[in-house]
């Protein structure tokens, strides 16, 4: 995709399919995108914690005042 049809063409998200399950390709082509991100300085200095567990979920979502 070319940079200005990118730009053009993004959108914000604002609902969910909840039973929407990521096959593990999916999830590893996500996660690849993300790493590969660039950010300020060059330095990529993130991790990223994959949350499957429902219960966790839960757990992180109540602790970030619902978010999400």
């Not at 959108?11 to 660039?38: C, Q, W, Y």
């Amino acid at each position: 995709m070319e940079v200005f049809q990118a730009i053009q063409e993004r959108r914000a998200v604002k609902g969910f399919d909840a039973t929407h399950k990521l096959s593990e390709s999916e999830i590893n082509k996500l996660m690849e995108a993300a790493r590969l991100a660039p950010t300020a300085f060059n330095i990529q200095n993130w991790r990223f914690l994959l949350v499957q567990n429902p219960e966790v979920r839960k757990q992180i979502r109540a602790a970030a005042w619902n978010h999400g």
